[in-house]
């Protein structure tokens, strides 16, 4: 039963891996058996995080990528590759949010976002396939949003790129590459305590808020994503395929005013 | 991914099909298990197989029956850690036009309401002890279902709205309440459509873009995942296993398929 878990054998990029939700999958895949290429925006965050995980016994790479630059995401897959000598999973972490109203997103606010967050995403994704579908077997994840059910003030180029159309990208590869073996599944997080969202954590009347809407009484922790991630690579989950795993302590289920 | 410093698992519907494969896994892992049905000719088998398995007859529509078992569980063994309920009425499968009444109720009285004591009861010493893994089994019809399957959708939908009723109520009190919804699974039950004509396993694969009907040990790992302790912010959810099926919108034979 154990084993169901293990990712022994494995060989997993992970994008976003030098902090925050991606440190946390990474960490929790290699301690779960995989080898991991750790993904950055530089090779000194990259080389951090795999020696972060090297130095705790585990199996870890670094690989660097700007996922701003599609040349550089082109590269990804093929380092990850070459530095774990073979392939069998992905997970896309990376993302960019940027809060605006919808009437003052710039042009480069949509940029940046459409870039990072839908396509390098559906090119590492694509990328991923052209080597696990005819290995004929392998596993995506994509890390997505609640704001692809949800409307949130100041989200919606957000919610739109990493929310709705990551996670219908990820039903369609699902359904497209479940044939040849290779699964394709989404974690949609709710409020997580990171680097990304420490602004609102660290002020104590939105901290508060959330802690009264969410029905289980606290922010997530990166490992409460981790875990979710790790069940849908892993052996357990091997007839899971385009579903989108919400973890989000009760929140999206519960309409309380939070008072 | 049992916790195995907790209190004991209780699986309804333990006799046979999805509970008495839940139940046997969970008793491998070395876990206490409470196996209930019924009847106990199944689940003492299990018993008399596994040490750490107790077999007690339950019937999840009476409610004497659910009260009567909780508290003796719960006196013996201790609050549970996870309650996974996997006892279910038959399809109700027919003609809605001609569905009779008590037939209909069969499925709600079972599906649902079983499913509502078994909750309420066992959940009770749980929120005592702050800590709880509930699991309901629904099914991939709450997603998208088959003509002539109403009564049976209605109490399976019925139970994912207790899930996030219940989510939203005990979350705070670390209780997590969650479903797990098989697709097409060989079960006994589906055994027999499945043999009632070969057309049927081919179409069933032929929608799945897996292309296999989905096997025991995949409802249960899913089911493992949520009793664990790592699933600990995961709560009101349903999570589909059935091999992308839902997913899919796909007429006939997948195209891709070798």
């Keep these: 039963m154990t084993d169901l878990f293990s990712l022994a054998g494995e060989k997993v990029l992970v994008t976003g891996s030098s902090s925050g939700l991606g440190a946390a999958v990474a960490g929790m895949l290699a301690e779960a058996g995989a080898t991991v290429a750790c993904a950055a925006r530089t090779s000194a965050k990259a080389e951090a995080a795999a020696r972060l995980l090297v130095g705790r016994g585990l199996a870890a790479v670094p690989v660097v990528a700007d996922l701003a630059d599609e040349g550089q995401v082109d590269a990804l897959v093929p380092a990850a590759v070459e530095a774990m000598d073979g392939f069998t999973g992905l997970v896309n972490v990376a993302g960019v949010q940027l809060r605006r109203p919808a009437v003052d997103v710039s042009r480069d606010d949509l940029r940046a976002m459409v870039h990072v967050n839908l396509e390098a995403t559906y090119l590492l994704c694509a990328a991923a396939g052209r080597v696990l579908l005819p290995q004929g077997r392998g596993s995506v994840v994509n890390v997505t949003s609640l704001t692809a059910q949800f409307g ?100 999206s289920v519960s309409g309380s005013l939070g008072g | 991914m049992a916790d195995p410093g907790r209190g004991p698992v209780v699986v309804t519907g333990a006799g046979s099909g999805i509970g008495r494969a839940v139940a046997e896994a969970f008793a491998r892992q070395g876990a206490t298990v409470v196996a209930l049905a019924r009847s106990t000719d199944a689940t003492g088998e299990l018993a008399a197989q596994h040490d750490s398995v107790v077999s007690l007859s339950m019937d999840v529509t009476v409610e004497d029956s659910v009260v009567d078992v909780a508290a003796q569980v719960t006196r013996d063994h201790g609050a549970p850690s996870a309650l996974v309920t996997c006892a279910a009425a038959g399809a109700a499968a027919g003609p809605t036009e001609s569905l009779s009444l008590s037939a209909w109720r069969d499925a709600l009285e079972c599906d649902l309401t079983g499913t509502f004591l078994s909750n309420r009861e066992f959940g009770r010493p749980m929120l005592k002890a702050g800590y709880g893994r509930i699991v309901n089994m629904t099914s991939f019809h709450t997603v998208a279902t088959y003509p002539q399957r109403a009564a049976y959708v209605a109490a399976k939908s019925g139970v994912e709205g207790l899930v996030k009723g219940l989510a939203v109520e005990w979350g705070g009190r670390g209780v997590t309440v969650n479903a797990v919804a098989p697709g097409p699974i060989r079960t006994p039950r589906t055994q027999f459509f499945l043999d009632s004509d070969p057309a049927n396993e081919a179409g069933m694969i032929g929608r799945t873009p897996a292309g296999r009907i989905g096997e025991l040990p995949d409802v249960v790992a899913a089911v493992s995942f949520l009793a664990g302790p790592d699933a600990a912010w995961i709560s009101g959810q349903v999570l589909v296993v059935d091999g992308g099926w839902t997913s899919n919108a796909w007429w006939g034979q997948h195209p891709f398929r070798p």
Excluded: C, K
């Excluded at chain 1, 073996?181 to 997080?189: D, L, M, Y």
């Excluded at chain 1, 009347?205 to 409460?224: A, L, Q």
């Design chain 1, 152 to 251: 949130l003030p100041s989200l919606s180029v957000y919610g739109a790129t990493r929310g709705g159309s990551v996670q219908q990208l990820t039903r369609a590869l699902a359904v497209e590459w479940a044939p040849s073996g290779v699964r394709a599944n989404a974690v949609a997080p709710g409020r997580i305590r990171t680097p990304m969202t420490e602004g609102l954590f660290a002020d104590d009347e939105t901290r508060g808020s959330f802690e009264r809407h969410i029905p289980m009484g606290r922010g997530g922790r990166p490992v409460d994503v981790a875990a979710a991630v790790l069940y849908l690579l892993s052996p357990a989950a091997a007839y899971v395929t385009g579903h989108t795993l919400v973890v989000d302590g009760g929140w």
